[in-house]
């Protein structure tokens, strides 16, 4: 017998004067195979047009539809209701600018954190060849780069994270693996001081307290807090190259802790 759902959301239109925060409680019929998504489309389309959220794909690749879902911030389309209990609570996802209900701008946020890490490669050629062949790589390496770029840009990760709800400025797990790529590219030709300049500080690698919440709500499973650790002991070494003797440095860059490949 298919189970009535209590979906309680939270309301609130920033750009109306007169509106106010609250939550809003819907009902809904449960069928088999329904997913968060379309529960909230039956709501839309039967009981509430303005209810305000954000879709695309309805596949977990666009990273539109992140909520915050009974606390834990995941993607409605990749959210099954059978595995919720029959009240479901939905807020928008911290950190991010509202826009109203349970949407909000997550775009802002990452074209800004792209810009603060200069998310490209980086190299000294003047122009780029159309007409070149492209530039050849082992397939082990073209499958680690193409871990770290499977980021589909929730904001999952970002709201999930301690330090980032504290602090405007910190860069989040995503950005930091998406430092560790441009790493391991071999087209980029920058050096460790060069993602020192970028990391290297309160606002990257040395800001995360550790909570493993990140990873822990990734939709897409990339190894959030391993790239992290592995970025923040490259450039630990990199701070004290000029202090701690040579010996102790190359035993230090030979535990298997850096992208020793790069």
Same mark, same amino acid.
């Given at each position: 017998?298919?189970?009535? *759902?209590? +979906?309680?959301? /939270?309301?609130? !239109?920033?750009?109306?004067?007169?509106?106010?925060?609250?939550?809003?409680?819907?009902?809904? !019929?449960?069928?088999?195979?329904?997913?968060? /998504?379309?529960?909230?489309?039956?709501? $839309?389309?039967?009981?509430?047009?303005?209810?305000?959220?954000?879709?695309? &794909?309805?596949?977990?690749?666009?990273?539109?539809?992140?909520?915050?879902?009974?606390?834990?911030? @995941?993607?409605?389309?990749?959210?099954?209701?059978? %595995?919720?209990?029959?009240?479901?609570?939905?807020?928008?996802?911290?950190?991010?600018?509202?826009?109203?209900?349970?949407?909000? %701008?997550?775009?802002?946020?990452?074209?800004?954190?792209?810009?603060? +890490?200069? =998310?490209?490669?980086?190299?000294?050629? %003047?122009?780029?060849?159309? #007409?070149?062949?492209?530039?050849?790589?082992?397939?082990?390496?073209? !499958?680690?780069?193409?871990?770290?770029?499977?980021? +589909?840009?929730?904001?999952?990760?970002?709201?999930?994270?301690?330090? =980032?709800?504290? $602090?405007?400025?910190? *860069?989040?797990?995503?950005? +930091?693996?998406?430092?560790?790529?441009?790493?391991?590219?071999?087209?980029?030709?920058?050096?460790?001081?060069?993602?020192? #300049?970028?990391?290297?500080? %309160?606002?990257?690698?040395?800001? &995360?307290?550790?909570?493993?919440?990140?990873?822990?709500?990734?939709?897409?499973?990339?190894?959030?807090?391993?790239?992290?650790?592995?970025?923040?002991?490259?450039?630990?070494?990199?701070?004290?190259? @000029?202090? *701690?003797?040579?010996?102790? *440095?190359?035993?230090?860059?030979?535990?298997?802790?850096?992208?020793?490949?790069?």
């Amino acid at each position: 017998m298919s189970r009535r *759902l209590h +979906i309680e959301v /939270f309301r609130y !239109n920033p750009l109306d004067p007169n509106s106010e925060p609250h939550m809003q409680s819907f009902y809904v !019929n449960e069928y088999d195979s329904m997913t968060l /998504f379309i529960a909230l489309n039956i709501i $839309r389309d039967e009981q509430d047009p303005t209810l305000q959220f954000d879709f695309c &794909c309805r596949a977990g690749i666009c990273g539109s539809c992140g909520m915050v879902i009974n606390g834990r911030p @995941g993607l409605a389309c990749h959210t099954q209701t059978r %595995d919720l209990p029959d009240h479901i609570v939905l807020h928008p996802l911290p950190v991010f600018k509202l826009i109203g209900d349970l949407s909000v %701008d997550t775009g802002t946020w990452f074209r800004d954190a792209g810009a603060r +890490i200069e =998310a490209w490669v980086h190299n000294d050629h %003047d122009k780029f060849d159309a #007409e070149a062949e492209e530039v050849r790589m082992e397939n082990d390496l073209a !499958n680690e780069i193409f871990e770290l770029d499977r980021c +589909i840009e929730c904001g999952c990760c970002v709201s999930a994270c301690g330090t =980032a709800r504290m $602090r405007e400025d910190f *860069l989040g797990a995503t950005s +930091i693996a998406r430092v560790a790529r441009f790493y391991l590219d071999p087209r980029d030709e920058r050096n460790e001081e060069n993602y020192y #300049e970028v990391i290297g500080n %309160d606002q990257g690698v040395f800001g &995360c307290m550790g909570l493993l919440g990140c990873e822990d709500v990734c939709p897409k499973h990339i190894p959030l807090q391993d790239q992290l650790g592995i970025m923040r002991r490259m450039l630990a070494i990199h701070s004290v190259k @000029g202090i *701690l003797p040579k010996r102790v *440095l190359e035993k230090l860059q030979h535990k298997g802790c850096c992208h020793e490949s790069h």
